[in-house]
């Protein structure tokens, strides 16, 4: 996967500690590996998922995917789909909404942010913008 151009910081053996979401914008806390506390905050929310939430949530990668094709399973993973046994008009038009969403990705309109653990909380949301901030 290739990023740009929202450069996160490496937050490899980091954490994640809070999430919080609230009318279209969510604000993930994290604790880098040395201890720095930082936040990422996310704005105009189109679609989030935070599987298993655990105590430590230990960070393997984060990245922020805009600008470039994103990976089709992962915005399938957020954006759902039909069920396997739906007309295929539904699926055809699930799939025209794929490309949709890849197209806004591709152009810069809206971010793919990717957080994949080595232990607990997968992150994956798509929003108009990716902010962070070393807390201080």
């Not at 996967?1 to 919080?20: E, K, R």
């Not at 990976?71 to 399938?76: A, I, K, S, T, V």
């Amino acid at each position: 996967m290739t990023s740009a151009p929202h450069p996160i910081p490496s937050f490899h053996d980091g954490n994640i500690v809070g999430l919080s979401v609230s009318k279209g914008t969510a604000t993930l806390s994290l604790v880098r590996s040395d201890g720095t506390p930082w936040r990422i905050e996310l704005e105009g929310v189109r679609y989030l998922r935070a599987d298993d939430f655990r105590e430590g949530n230990i960070i393997s990668c984060c990245e922020a995917v805009t600008k470039v094709d994103p990976p089709r399973n992962l915005l399938e993973a957020l954006a759902g789909g039909p069920h396997e046994l739906a007309a295929q008009e539904y699926h055809d038009k699930y799939r025209l909404f794929i490309d949709d969403l890849a197209e806004q990705i591709r152009t810069g309109g809206l971010t793919l942010l990717v957080i994949e653990p080595s232990y607990g909380c997968v992150f994956l949301a798509i929003s108009e913008r990716v902010m962070t901030f070393e807390v201080r």
